[in-house]
């Protein structure tokens, strides 16, 4: 029993001998249990070849696939504009869902409402739900704008968002100016980058779409960055530190910087700084955009080429040296502003961290797996550190993604040995870590479960897993971290090498002396 002057957390109480008793008791008289060794028997086989190709011809089923859906993103690219309130037409649950996610990762309240659709809506329509929810959103939260999402109830039943819209504005539910721009989100077609896209899109289309009239390309002189579904709030900001520095008038498209990362000084802010309406109706007057996650961006950066007129630059995520160094080229091209001497000597800075780890780092295995962009550029570092990504996984990605992530192993010696997954899971990934063992692997909180799986078996088959990607559950603060630019690959490079050294301890310890890292006194 607790006791108010004994309170335990969560895993020593329940070993306590009381509820060890009452969760032995459960399984005897309420359980069919399968026996103790054939459970063994059968964790055996699935770490087996014999497994990983009957696994690999799975085609019924996904497990756990290192992806979540459409309304996701659309409720992140909806928090980075300015006193905008993300609104999902759908269930309760599902917006339950969203705020939840997001929550644990970001540790902050997460404002987001839906209509809260029930079974007579899915039966007749979920119009009324949007007259009354559009109305209350805005009488109760007084945001500027409301950006609209669908869930999966929403597309399944066929409802019209710009119907809608229109019919909730002439009823009188909200002014007729009154921006309320909207996105299809179907959950069970596409993911979460997907539905940052589509959202992006719509919002772009509501400002700009019809009111191209008098917009010329470069009037404005600002150059405009589209992030996608970013959650390193580091990168929102490394990116205006290096245009600051390079005298560059830059506008990010999409910016939840500062709602995703509120002071605690005794004021609540549901809203908080983000991209303006303004700013956003005079993107297609800038010099140029630039969408930072290509493949993920494929919708708006086609918006941005037939509607606004862009010539967007064919650039890679920037992670990295190679792909930093390309971007910032870019940018100088496009602007005809000088690299300064201070990104030149922080560059410098990255090029002497590399010389320093090259050695732990060198012929070192990684798997790796997360979002198409975000797994391109972690590749594309750790081939620059001489390290081997040999299992290249990413769910959300298409066949043109793996003959890009290709090309650039291919342009490697080290990376003659590595393969690329395409839509495959974690399920997959596991197979892959028991059968060609990697050193590391790298990716979201899920991926402790392969770690844990791998370690059952014996320490010696243990896969640990170091975290980056999203969602980060399990450890706090590495959302504000860093993964763009210099900066961005001086914080992987630092986490990757010291996980390399926190392995080596780990794997000396109890010997006496460290035969390979030496402390000197």
């Not at 979920?126 to 959103?137: I, V």
């Not at 390309?217 to 390193?232: A, C, H, I, Q």
């Not at 086609?302 to 920037?318: A, C, Q, R, S």
């Not at 080290?414 to 870590?433: E, F, I, P």
């Amino acid at each position: 029993m607790q006791a108010v002057d004994d309170i335990k957390p969560c895993y020593p109480l329940f070993r306590d001998d009381d509820y060890k008793e009452n969760l032995k008791r459960k399984q005897d008289l309420y359980e069919e249990r399968v026996p103790a060794d054939k459970i063994a028997e059968t964790f055996e086989w699935t770490t087996s070849k014999e497994y990983q190709e009957l696994n690999f011809k799975r085609e019924a089923l996904t497990i756990n696939p290192a992806k979540a859906c459409q309304p996701l993103g659309a409720v992140l690219c909806s928090l980075g504009f300015k006193n905008t309130m993300p609104y999902v037409h759908g269930s309760q649950g599902c917006v339950a869902y969203f705020r939840t996610y997001f929550n644990r990762h970001f540790k902050e309240p997460v404002s987001c409402v839906s209509d809260s659709m029930t079974e007579d809506a899915a039966v007749f329509g979920g119009q009324k739900n949007m007259f009354d929810g559009l109305e209350n959103a805005k009488a109760i939260y007084k945001p500027d704008m409301i950006a609209v999402s669908t869930t999966c109830m929403a597309e399944v039943i066929g409802d019209d968002l710009n119907a809608f819209i229109n019919n909730a504005k002439k009823a009188g539910h909200v002014p007729q100016e009154y921006p309320v721009p909207f996105a299809h989100t179907p959950s069970f077609v596409g993911s979460h980058t997907t539905g940052w896209d589509n959202m992006w899109e719509g919002i772009a289309r509501f400002f700009t779409l019809n009111k191209m009239e008098g917009k010329v390309v470069g009037s404005n002189g600002k150059l405009n960055f589209v992030p996608g579904f970013e959650t390193y709030l580091g990168n929102y900001r490394v990116i205006k530190r290096m245009m600051g520095q390079m005298g560059v008038d830059a506008t990010v498209l999409s910016d939840p910087s500062e709602v995703l990362d509120t002071p605690s000084d005794g004021e609540f802010r549901m809203y908080s700084g983000g991209t303006t309406m303004d700013e956003m109706s005079d993107a297609p007057n800038a010099l140029n955009t630039i969408v930072l996650q290509p493949w993920q961006l494929e919708k708006s950066k086609k918006f941005v080429e037939t509607v606004w007129n862009h010539d967007v630059p064919k650039l890679n995520i920037p992670m990295g040296l190679d792909w930093t160094d390309e971007f910032l080229m870019k940018v100088s091209e496009i602007t005809g502003k000088a690299i300064p001497e201070e990104l030149a000597l922080e560059r410098g800075r990255l090029v002497d961290m590399m010389q320093d780890s090259h050695t732990w780092l060198h012929g070192k295995k990684f798997a790796l797996y997360g979002d198409p962009d975000f797994v391109l550029g972690l590749t594309k570092i750790l081939l620059e550190l001489g390290a081997e990504p040999i299992h290249i996984l990413s769910n959300n990605a298409n066949k043109r993604w793996g003959k890009a992530v290709q090309k650039v192993l291919d342009g490697y010696k080290h990376g003659a040995n590595c393969k690329v997954y395409v839509g495959n899971d974690l399920w997959h990934m596991r197979s892959l870590c028991f059968t060609e063992k990697p050193d590391f692997l790298i990716g979201n909180s899920y991926g402790k479960y392969i770690q844990r799986d791998t370690v059952f078996k014996g320490k010696e088959f243990e896969v640990p897993l170091i975290r980056l990607g999203f969602p980060i559950f399990d450890r706090h603060h590495l959302h504000r971290m860093t993964t763009l630019g210099y900066e961005g690959a001086m914080y992987v490079l630092t986490t990757l090498v010291n996980a390399v050294l926190e392995r080596l301890d780990d794997e000396t310890r109890g010997m006496g002396t460290d035969y390979n890292y030496d402390l000197v006194r």
